[in-house]
């Protein structure tokens, strides 16, 4: 099993020679997102994105997942994926904006109210929803990756989280930060992020589903156990 920062060196050296297909896939995904979100009220635009930004996104992720194996990043890689994990993605989609509508109601009800009770319910509730999308890092890789059922690949996710804490939580960190850089121009979101994010989560789920097989593996077996080509 790799270490983070070596999955991170890995990670820009594929954007690095695949930057054409990143910024393909990115672009496409964040044109039909951008317009929508502009242009249409804030409820409407949140249905949208649950039903069909996010399975745009796992349609970058299965495109990404067979540029590392080999394969050209194509647009049309990205819509068979969208197609093909649509009924997990919006799946997905619609429970996490459950957890967030919690943590939303949470400060809404609790923050209208005056004590320390209040405010500590309203916190805890925040720790618990950030637990969650935190235990859920490696779910659509899982579903791209293993090709299991929405609900199993959260389940998977969670154990995978439980069993690497510490890995985990380094690796939502860098998503995030990643996010929040490249949404401080809308140039950034737009044609780098869906293809970054696919390419990393990729690599950091691959390189936990094959923690046993490198362990069997002869040293000089270990560099491609994942199954990736070498960036």
């Known amino acids: 099993m790799r ?12 954007i690095y020679r695949e930057i054409i297909a990143v910024a393909l896939l990115s672009a496409v995904s964040s044109l039909v997102l951008l317009p929508f ?25 299965d495109a990404c997942h067979r540029m ?10 990205m819509f068979r994926g969208a197609v093909r994990h649509y009924g997990a993605s919006v799946v997905f989609a619609l429970v996490c904006a459950m957890f967030i509508i919690i943590l939303a109601s949470s ?19 925040t720790y618990f929803v950030s637990m969650f999308f935190i235990s859920q ?55 780098k992020i869906d293809g970054m994010v696919g390419i990393y989560a990729n690599l950091i789920t691959a390189n936990l589903l094959t923690k046993k097989e490198e362990a069997s593996e002869p040293e000089s077996g270990r560099a491609n156990a994942d199954g990736f080509r070498t960036a």
Do not use: D
């Open 3 to 14: 270490k983070l920062s070596q999955i991170i060196v890995q990670s820009g050296v594929w």
């Open 37 to 61: 979100v502009f242009f249409l009220p804030v409820g409407v635009a949140l249905v949208f994105i649950a039903l069909v930004y996010v399975p745009l996104c796992t349609g970058a992720l």
């Open 68 to 77: 590392l194996k080999g394969e050209k990043g194509r647009l049309g890689a």
């Open 107 to 125: 400060w809404w009800y609790y923050g209208n109210r005056s004590g320390t009770f209040y405010f500590a319910l309203a916190v805890f509730q």
């Open 137 to 191: 890092t490696y779910t659509l890789p899982l579903v791209v990756q293993e090709r299991i059922g929405i609900f199993a690949a959260m389940g998977k996710s969670v154990k995978l989280f439980a069993s690497h804490p510490g890995y985990t939580f380094g690796a939502f960190l860098q998503i995030v930060c990643l996010a929040l850089l490249l949404g401080l121009t809308v140039v950034g979101v737009a044609i």
